[in-house]
């Protein structure tokens, strides 16, 4: 068994300094799971806690049958891969693939079939005698990773391994994970602040906000079903449109647009009263190219119009100011761009439409969008929970 459990880990720098606050998550044996947030949420904190390279303030960290939490690193049996290649330039790839067998004495006929198994998994066969200096990026990664396989770990910790590359090589080294975690199917805790990478590589994915656990699921239900505003701000690429809207017998105001809410919440409690309802992207479309009779629709005007080939990304203006709350700020903007969160709260929601390429509209024009409120979101502008996850009592 290689399934890692941490029993609600908590880590302190100086006396005030809360880098992971009470964080428990089991992670089952062979599973990939992926840490992601916003810098500083904690996420490398985690991966090098498990990995030995951080003390832990309080709680447990299990990995198998063992309990690690104070044990070296070395005693722990994992493998890290780091956003540097950290390879050794005057070997070559089958020599900095060998280096670690080498310090644990492995006999040489062991030793040379694991170098060869790695290298033929990811490729490196043809690139055995060539040094650091003479690889792309994505080689040196694949040759970093070939040497944490060849110890044959029972976990693997990657922080940020893609990071360095360009979004071409990026997309391939994905795929090629992927590959590689399907062949082997060792416990693997992948640590990244790139949301995109996060859903396509994992099949679980935890969400960390200032070192609290915010959300665990699968990236499916983590976009479908984000418990609170952080996450659905944070995850999905446009973002979720978020506006304040009130909610009167059952229909939904805001913008000068009066909409059914779709019947799937119950809004009774907010009868009269301001919700904050979540729209994604992909929602809405142009009704003059897939037209439903069945779905309201909304007229406007496109500011912008960004053409990306298989679809086109419409911004328009909405008559109520941007939600501001907290958990937004944290989800999409840095610290520090203090002059962008100015410039917000004195301007007008935007939100984005991603509507079908066959689309005719260009900036300046008017649309005509429909939009299915089986799919709206809702949250509470008191505490930025999901009012469905409120009513079933589900945990942030």
Not at 305 to 329: H, M
Not at 331 to 346: F, P, S
Not at 382 to 390: F, I, K, L, Q
Request: include cysteine; glycine fraction near 8%; charged fraction near 25%.
């Amino acid at each position: 068994m290689s399934r890692i459990n941490l029993d609600r880990i908590t880590k302190l720098f100086g006396d005030d300094v809360v880098a992971v606050d009470d964080v428990s998550l089991e992670i089952a044996d062979g599973e990939f799971m992926v840490l992601v947030g916003p810098s500083g949420c904690g996420k490398s904190t985690i991966l090098r806690m498990i990995a030995g390279l951080e003390d832990v303030t309080a709680g447990e960290i299990m990995i198998g049958d063992r309990q690690v939490t104070d044990l070296e690193p070395k005693a722990r049996d994992i493998a890290m891969v780091f956003q540097s290649y950290a390879l050794y330039p005057h070997m070559t790839v089958e020599q900095n693939l060998a280096f670690g067998l080498r310090l644990r004495k492995t006999p040489k006929a062991e030793l040379k079939q694991r170098v060869f198994d790695a290298a033929k998994i990811l490729g490196l066969l043809p690139l055995l005698q060539r040094r650091p200096a003479e690889l792309s990026g994505g080689q040196r990664q694949r040759v970093a990773m070939g040497r944490a396989m060849v110890r044959e770990p029972q976990a693997f910790l990657m922080d940020e391994p893609l990071s360095n590359l360009d979004a071409k090589l990026r997309v391939q080294m994905r795929g090629q994970l992927m590959l590689l975690h399907e062949r082997l199917k060792t416990t693997t805790v992948y640590v990244t602040h790139d949301q995109v990478e996060a859903m396509t590589l994992g099949e679980r994915v935890a969400v960390l906000r200032d070192g609290i656990l915010q959300q665990v699921d699968t990236p499916q239900e983590l976009y479908r079903h984000p418990t609170n505003l952080f996450v659905a701000a944070f995850i999905g690429s446009p973002p979720m449109n978020l506006v304040e809207a009130r909610v009167r017998a059952g229909r939904l105001a805001f913008g000068g647009w009066d909409l059914p809410s779709g019947g799937s919440v119950d809004l009774s409690a907010y009868e009269g009263k301001s919700l904050i309802l979540g729209v994604r992207p992909s929602d809405m479309e142009d009704a003059n190219v897939w037209r439903d009779d069945s779905l309201p629709t909304i007229v406007v005007t496109a500011e912008v119009t960004e053409e990306l080939g298989s679809e086109v990304n419409v911004l328009f203006e909405v008559d109520e100011p941007p939600v501001t709350a907290e958990e937004i700020r944290a989800a999409t903007v840095e610290q520090g761009d203090d002059d962008l969160l100015l410039a917000a709260e004195g301007a007008r929601c935007i939100f984005c439409a991603s509507v079908d390429a066959r689309t005719t509209v260009k900036p300046g024009g008017s649309i005509t969008l429909s939009l299915d409120p089986s799919r709206f979101h809702y949250f509470d502008p008191s505490t930025g929970r999901a009012v469905e996850a409120t009513r079933a009592g589900a945990s942030v």
